[in-house]
């Protein structure tokens, strides 16, 4: 796919523009051969700029497919659960969607937020490629500073940003978080990709830049 540029997802008034950037997904999908589900046409797809107004560069698509949260108090019924039975317990199933060379920003999942510990999730690489990048160095792992500044994340060499190590992952890989509270990010490749997450129930995150938030810089009215 071609990188399509900020005039496609921003309206004149600089608002973002839904049906640019829901169609630019789609369009992905299908040269995928990815289903597009019918809860992909309604509100449970979002999309997010986390206030910075360069979504061809930053931002992503996701769907929540499942983020369940409870206590073992109201499903254990036996005597041997005993120990877990006034423990939480949670777990999510995510999709996450990156246009091409579009930059997942770098954050971190802190513990402690709704009495549960910190964030834990694996990526399985869908469709396309990323590079995963970290302030861990994992094995394999190539040093982002090596890398030309046209591949680089967006926000690398600021002052705020963390990561210093990334990993390439290829359709059909699954890759682990190496510590759960590391700061990380994801950046797709030249053909965008698609990301099945699969985590504990996410319920924090902080971005590694002052100010950034899940949230899109302006909304249409």
Known sequence: ???????????????????????????????????????LKTDEFWFCDFLEADFANLGMGGIFWMNVKGK????IGNDSADKYIDDNYGYLGHEIYLLPNQTLPEHHHEAGAED?????????????????????????????????????PWGFGEDWFKSKYYVI???GDCVDMEDAESF?????LSDGAIVTEYATY???VSFAKPGMEFANSKDPQ
């Open 72 to 75: 073992y108090t109201k499903i």
């Open 116 to 152: 549960f510990g910190a964030k834990m999730e694996s990526w399985q690489i869908r469709h396309g490629s990323v590079m995963l990048y970290s302030e861990i160095e994992s094995d394999g792992a190539k040093l982002i500073a090596d890398l030309p500044e046209d591949q680089r």
């Open 169 to 171: 992952a290829n359709e």
């Open 184 to 188: 990380h990010g994801m950046m797709a």
């Open 1 to 39: 796919m071609t990188q399509m540029s900020n005039e496609n997802y921003y309206d004149a008034d600089n608002a973002v523009n839904p049906n640019g950037i829901k169609d630019a997904f789609f369009a992905m999908m299908k040269k995928f051969n990815y289903p597009i589900y019918p809860r």
């Open 202 to 204: 996410h319920n924090h």
